[in-house]
């Protein structure tokens, strides 16, 4: 079977998952990504310290990823944020969020 065929070698940025965790505390911790396709994604989270609802964080971002760039716009928490990454170079990344 040619490496092309095989799902786990695909291009993860492509991929769409969810991913929780728990523990005996009552501590749970929830993330994912939906890939929209065309470089569009939404990527929602969730922290909850336990069963206290004033105590949790939730936010999702949506992005837009180009060749050599993204620009997200994030919400949650009480708080908006946009932000904005540039490739440099193969090794140095600028931006900024506000």
Do not use: C
């Not at 993860?12 to 994912?32: A, H, N, P, V, Y």
Request: net charge negative.
């Amino acid at each position: 079977m040619p490496s092309g065929d095989n799902p786990m070698m695909a291009n993860q940025d492509e991929m769409s998952f969810i991913s929780t965790r728990s523990d005996t505390t009552g501590k749970l911790e929830t993330s994912g990504s939906l890939n929209l396709g065309n470089g569009f994604s939404i990527k929602p989270e969730g922290f909850f310290m336990d069963s206290d609802i004033s105590k949790s964080h939730v936010q999702v971002e949506f992005m837009k990823e180009f060749t050599d760039s993204h620009i997200s716009y994030k919400v949650g928490a009480g708080s908006h944020s946009v932000s904005w990454m540039q490739s440099l170079n193969a090794k140095i990344m600028a931006g900024f969020e506000m």
